[in-house]
């Protein structure tokens, strides 16, 4: 498609707006003025509605193809979560209202003191700190307060421990918070190798980042020893939650031993993610790790909602105010929404259909760990790439079947990884038809494989040069 | 089966049996016992009459209704419908991230174009698919800088956003990095103190233009002299006041960052938001954060692909640029839907009209006597000095239906009696007039 700057037409405009006097540019001293003509596109409100809505039309989303990318947990997005959620009277609020005047805010900081509550409950946790705007957000700010809890004991800490089956975020948010990484590999059944942990771990260790379950979709069996290992050594234990849509009503981490979570909001608790956020990525916290949590605090006295600004050790903010405010009321309404019952069921039922389809359909790939799995599986391409099938091909042959992909390459550590998660919401007819698919494309790939290799072939464009578009940067439009 | 959920009685039975298990807890197996959740104590669910009560009440305890004169970074600015319609689009709002390029061209076409615009708005080199807020876009600046030229010290004026150096400094907790804010002197940066600031072991300078204060500079000098030393200037802008004031690029910034709020986005207490950043071309390798590439498909037409992934944590895990991985993306459409409608003519007139109000205001204001207006040049915003905490008096406003500006003091120990007034085009000469009335009143002349 053409870009906006491509419909630019001299002179035109897509917002009506009063007069303007153009002569008190004159009360600016020049030196303060842009010289450089302002390069935006002359369109009208017609042109941009068409130009944009044209564009959405190019994309697969959940409310409109079958999404069962791994790891992302794209589920349906309930509409009155939206609707609610897009109210006047959150929509004008300005936040440094809440640092003059609590009373004018009453209902909003109900909502975090309330969905903190809540949250607090599913995961076992003694508190909840909404600000971080994203999992890998949450996982920073995990790794700081780990770095505040070591330094007010006084311990020596320089590594983090993580599984190499982690997603990429857990190591970069380590580093990023100054702590060098070692790196443990899984075992044969796909759990955190003890036997190679046991010989890592020493004094040093600031702490474990687990994903439970793990990337594998698979629950770590020997978590509970993880953990005793590790507090034996001072070692805090993080819960990386965007996996956390298995285990509702079923295990909390905090209650296990675990000293820190982050909670993708925008996984488990249904909000859209927007085509790469805005998310949440909210952290909760065990006893010992309260007082190094960011300020403000919502708490309630005397039935009044209020600002906390005075956390003994805090390690200060990560955001400007208290996260994605929008993201979490809607989490706050799914949760209400749904209640104890349905947020059990979302987690039966997101376990109940991954495995259905991992039934159906393991005889027909490779599967690297045959167990039962939780709300997500990984698969490999390795059978298919006998005949010069990889997983990437298999991808986009889901493409033209109108499906968007799993996730595909991850986790690193199985070959032409392929990993499904169907979300509780999809019906079992959803189930069967992708199963269809899948078990055709095992088919074609030994008989036809080319038929695979030329996907997708009914997409708006085909295959791109990837190689090109980072040889040849071209990052922003003709003008 | 309720709610989202679709699944019959019977479908699960069926289900069941395909897996070769007795009931849905058998696939919870792997969970030891012991370790199993014995309370949920989660409150029943609604049906979705009681929950439109229930989110309504808690609606209502809010005073929506006042009339913005704060900024402070955050701005109540004027929407265009259409900036919500394409927003509310679901192919655009129910995507992910846009991995598959074949299946999200839509996605990947608009961030290609909101680069665009951000760096024709800057005048910088090259801008990515968006950062989590202005703060936390000044932090990845920072850490740009710091990675670039091995140094580890940072300069950064007290202009600067209070809530984002207090987010870098929260960043660089466990790091070897010092930074060191230097003190204003009134509400204007002191060029002389900095200039003795800067040495070989800094890194960066941050300034921000108009600065807390709403004092409008032009720093081109103090980058240049920073230049000399191989100290990197970041500029923290405001982008509407982009719309006539002097470009990052002019004043010779080597990167930029702001908060995006302004662009299309409601103040919604405090988000989602968007860190916008903007970076000069011997930057690009090590901006964090998605970035769209254009390319060709197999047919030779044009497509967008997400580009320069070896900077990434999925790629380069503990040596990646930064950790991001999901966005504001949603945030940088809204984004780049203002910028396309006002365009290059109406965006240049919503900051006129911006500073056109704020000139009223403070035209108005001359003639009370308990009031200084702090001289300089402003945009929309700027900084009275009254005989009392300036706390006190917007409490007083706020009673009376204004939220009449932010006072310094909530930030400046030495400065409770500066308030910081903003006025933007959503004002109406009405409520300017009124404001001004009711302000003078509780001065008392
Ligand atoms: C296991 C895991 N951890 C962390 C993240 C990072 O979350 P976010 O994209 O919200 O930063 C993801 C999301 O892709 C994930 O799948």
């Known amino acids: 498609m053409k870009t906006i700057f491509e419909n630019s037409i001299k002179g035109r405009k897509g917002v009506i707006s009063g007069e303007v006097n153009n002569d008190l540019i004159k009360k600016i001293d020049e030196k303060f003025l842009r010289k450089e003509e302002l390069s935006l596109p002359e369109v009208s409100e017609l042109d941009v509605i068409r130009h944009y809505i044209n564009l959405s039309k190019l994309n697969f989303s959940v409310d409109t193809e079958f999404y069962p990318l791994g790891s992302c947990t794209m589920k349906y997005n309930p509409k009155v979560c939206e609707k609610l959620a897009s109210r006047e009277e959150f929509l004008n609020l ?4 809440s640092y003059i005047d609590e009373d004018s805010v009453q209902g909003v900081l109900e909502i975090i003191y309330e969905i903190s509550r809540l949250l607090c409950e599913i995961t076992g946790m003694k508190k909840i700190t909404t600000q971080p705007y994203a999992g890998a957000h949450g996982e920073l700010t995990g790794v700081l307060l780990m770095a505040a809890y070591h330094k007010a004991k006084g311990n020596n800490k320089k590594y983090i421990i993580i599984p190499d089956s982690a997603h990429g975020t857990n190591p970069a948010s380590a580093a990023m918070g100054g702590y060098s990484i070692i790196s443990i590999p899984v075992d044969k059944d796909g759990n955190m190798d003890v036997n190679i942990l046991k010989e890592k771990i020493n004094e040093e260790v600031a702490g474990i980042m687990m994903t439970v379950p793990s990337t594998l979709g698979l629950f770590e069996k020997n978590i509970k020893e993880i953990i005793e290992l590790a507090h034996k050594y001072d070692a805090l234990m993080y819960y990386d939650g965007a996996n956390l849509n298995a285990i509702l009503g079923k295990l909390k981490p905090g209650e296990i031993g675990f000293d820190i979570i982050h909670i993708n909001l925008h996984k488990t608790f249904s909000t859209p993610h927007g085509g790469g956020g805005p998310g949440s990525g909210v952290v909760g916290v065990s006893g010992k790790i309260m007082d190094f949590l960011p300020v403000p605090e919502v708490i309630k006295e005397n039935e009044k909602f209020k600002l906390n600004f005075n956390i003994k050790n ?3 903010s990560v ?3 208290y996260g994605n405010f929008q993201v979490l009321l809607k989490a706050f309404i799914y949760i209400i929404l749904l209640g104890k019952k349905g947020l059990i069921k979302v987690s039966e039922v997101a376990v109940l259909n991954a495995n259905y389809i991992l039934a159906k359909i393991k005889s027909y790939y490779d599967v690297p760990y045959n167990r039962i799995c939780m709300h997500e599986f990984v698969l490999s391409a390795r059978k298919q790439l006998k005949n010069g099938v990889h997983a990437i091909d298999i991808a986009k042959y889901l493409i033209d079947n109108k499906i968007h992909p799993p996730t595909v390459y991850f986790p690193l550590v199985v070959e032409e990884a392929i990993m499904i998660e169907p979300t509780e919401t999809e019906s079992k007819q959803t189930l069967d038809e992708f199963i269809d698919i899948m078990i055709k494309i095992a088919e074609i790939s030994e008989k036809e494989p080319e038929k695979i290799k030329q996907a997708p072939l009914k997409t708006p464009i085909l295959r791109v040069d990837e190689a090109k578009a980072a040889r040849e940067l071209k990052l922003k439009c003709d003008i | 089966m309720s709610g989202f959920i679709p699944h019959t009685e019977e479908e699960i039975i069926q289900m069941l049996n395909v897996i070769g298990v007795n009931k849905i807890e058998d696939l919870f197996l792997d969970i030891p016992e012991n370790l199993k959740t014995k309370n949920f104590n989660i409150p029943d669910g609604l049906d979705e009459i009681e929950l439109e009560k229930k989110v309504k009440n808690l609606a209502k305890k809010n005073r929506s209704d006042i009339i913005n004169f704060a900024g402070g970074g955050y701005y109540d600015h004027f929407i265009p419908a259409a900036v919500d319609v394409i927003s509310s689009r679901s192919e655009f709002y129910t995507a992910y991230t846009p991995y598959q390029p074949e299946a999200s061209q839509g996605t990947l076409q608009a961030i290609f174009e909101y680069q665009t615009m951000i760096t024709g708005l800057t005048g910088l080199d090259y801008s990515n698919a968006s950062l989590y807020d202005g703060g936390t876009a000044l932090y990845e600046a920072i850490a740009i800088t710091v990675r670039t030229n091995n140094r580890s010290k940072v300069i950064i004026d007290k202009g600067v956003n209070p809530l984002f150096r207090k987010i870098v400094k929260t960043y660089s907790i466990n790091l070897p990095l010092k930074i060191i804010e230097v003190d204003l002197k009134d509400v204007y940066t002191d060029r002389e103190k900095i200039k003795e600031l800067l040495d070989d072991e800094t890194a960066a300078l941050v300034v921000q233009n108009p600065n807390f204060f709403g004092i409008v500079e032009d720093f081109e000098d103090l980058f240049i002299f920073a230049k000399q030393k191989n100290i990197s200037a970041i500029l923290v802008f405001y982008p509407v006041s982009l719309g006539i ?24 207490f405090g988000g989602p938001y968007l860190g916008i950043i903007a970076v000069d071309k011997k930057y690009l390798r090590k901006m964090p954060g998605r970035i769209v590439g254009e390319t060709i498909d ?3 037409r044009k497509a967008y692909v997400l580009t320069l992934q070896a900077r990434e944590q999925h790629i380069r895990r503990e040596k990646a ?9 949603l945030c940088a459409l809204r984004a780049v839907v203002f910028l396309s409608l006002y365009g290059k003519n109406g965006f240049r007139e919503l900051a006129l009209k911006n500073f056109e109000n704020a000139e009223y205001l403070k035209e108005k204001f001359s003639d009370i006597k308990n009031l200084k207006i702090k001289q300089g040049q402003t945009f929309n915003e700027f900084t009275i000095e009254i005989k009392e905490d300036a706390f006190n008096i917007v409490k007083e406003l706020i009673r009376k239906g204004f939220f009449g500006g932010l006072p310094a ?3 400046f120990e030495d400065k409770k009696n500066y308030l910081i007034i903003s006025v933007t085009e959503k004002r109406t000469k009405d409520e300017i007039d009124t404001f001004y009335k009711i302000l003078k009143e509780i001065l008392k002349g």
């Open chain 1, 94 to 97: 300005h936040p440094f209202l």
């Open chain 2, 298 to 300: 197999k047919e030779g």
């Open chain 2, 321 to 329: 640029t930064s950790n991001i991985c999901s966005n504001q993306a």
């Open chain 1, 314 to 316: 805090s390690i200060g």
């Open chain 2, 245 to 268: 004031l002097k470009t990052p690029g002019e004043m010779k910034a080597d990167i930029a960052v702001a908060e995006g709020q302004s662009l299309g986005l409601p103040l919604c």
């Open chain 2, 409 to 411: 003091g909530l930030f």
């Open chain 1, 319 to 321: 955001a400007s105010f």
